[in-house]
Nanobody, 123 residues
Framework: QVQLVESGGGLVQPGVSLRLSCAAS????????MGWYRQAPGKQRELVAA???????NYANSVKGRFTISRDNAKNMVYLQMNSLEPEDTAVYYC?????????????????WGQGTQVTVSS
């Protein structure tokens, strides 16, 4: 089992930055990708960014150039640095362990989600 706990969300104004953190514990396998997903009201959950290693990442087109995902395997942490936030970024952000770089399940036995953290971008 893997436990994921997100933090760092909040209410911010457009244009500012925010960093989300995901703390992982349990039977972590660093060979699997980790990712950030988001779900806005009335919409499906979507992939924001995913990472296997520093040079192997994937981003949604809507966040390319603004968001950066990073991973610290020694600390079992995953981060999402979000710059130039827009109202369209408002959503609950979830951390995932196990899905691949495009959001597909690799192994049903290794597909974990955190409880989510709310990000609201509004003036």
């Amino acid at each position: 089992q893997v436990q994921l706990v997100e933090s760092g969300g909040g209410l911010v104004q457009p244009g500012v930055s925010l960093r989300l953190s995901c703390a992982a514990s349990g039977s972590i396998d660093s060979r699997y990708a980790m990712g950030w997903y988001r779900q806005a009201p009335g919409k499906q959950r979507e992939l924001v960014a995913a990472i296997i290693s520093p040079g192997t990442t994937n981003y949604a087109n809507s966040v390319k150039g603004r968001f950066t995902i990073s991973r610290d395997n020694a600390k079992n942490m995953v981060y999402l640095q979000m710059n130039s936030l827009e109202p369209e970024d408002t959503a609950v952000y979830y951390c995932n362990a196990g899905r691949d770089l495009v959001g597909l399940v690799v192994s049903p036995k290794y597909d974990y989600w955190g409880q989510g953290t709310q990000v609201t971008v509004s003036s």
